[in-house]
């Protein structure tokens, strides 16, 4: 095996698959409510990350407002975002065992840029990230790369999974329950990646 001819291409989620991205995001979020004055509920949002970020923006702005919302929340994000935030367990783990069968990939709902900031900081073995992908998007990604497992904490990165014929593997650390993962085609699911070593090795 070369690493230009991959035999395995695994696909990551990223906030609550590979990072515990609530501390950053609630400090943007926080910031961003002292900017603008309007009222958001951050621990009801940190509580269900994964849809894109104006999906969420849109429940506490006006549909006029939202995309200057975004705009003025990613300008916050670098400087209050990517410090505090660090690897969730067996995450390092799961990477290198999943490189050292082929390839890696982050593909998320988070814009590129911020997720390459998250992935630099933590010097984490991906050698491929999609942003700004969500459910739909996020399966073409996964066409595109031939794409052997996709790793994710979400009912949409399951479905995603599916809509691209793909193997989703579900972790429950992040808002959705494995037997939630499982009902959106989860081919497996696990409490977290601490247990990906033992399932990669088992049927991967």
């Known amino acids: 095996m070369t690493r230009s001819e991959p035999t395995v291409v695994v696909g990551f989620d990223l906030d ?6 609530r501390l950053g995001i609630a400090a943007t979020y926080h910031e961003l409510v002292r900017r603008t004055g309007v009222p958001i509920d951050v621990d ?22 939202v995309d200057k919302a975004a705009q003025l ?12 935030v660090g ?10 065992m999943a490189a050292a069968r082929g390839e890696t990939m982050v593909v998320t709902a988070k814009n590129e840029r911020d997720a390459r900031l998250h992935v630099e900081h933590l010097g984490l073995p991906v050698d491929h990230v999609a942003g700004g992908v969500w459910r739909d998007g996020k399966s073409e990604v996964l066409v595109r790369h031939r794409a052997s497992l996709y790793v994710g904490d979400h009912v949409h ?10 193997p989703g593997l579900g972790v429950a650390s992040g808002p959705c329950s494995e037997q939630e993962l499982a009902a ?4 497996a699911t696990l409490p977290d990646l601490t247990g990906f070593a033992t399932w990669f090795s088992e049927h991967v």
Do not use: H, K, Q
């Open 73 to 84: 929340y990613r300008e916050l994000y670098p400087d209050l975002a990517i410090e505090p």
């Open 87 to 96: 690897p969730l367990p067996g995450a390092i783990a799961a990477l290198e």
């Open 157 to 166: 990165d399951m479905e995603a999974a599916r809509i691209a014929e793909v």
């Open 184 to 187: 959106a085609g989860a081919t």
């Open 44 to 65: 009801l949002v940190v509580s269900r990350l994964g849809p894109p970020l104006e999906v969420e923006l849109a429940n506490w702005f006006a549909d006029t407002e």
């Open 16 to 21: 609550m698959t590979l990072i515990d991205s």
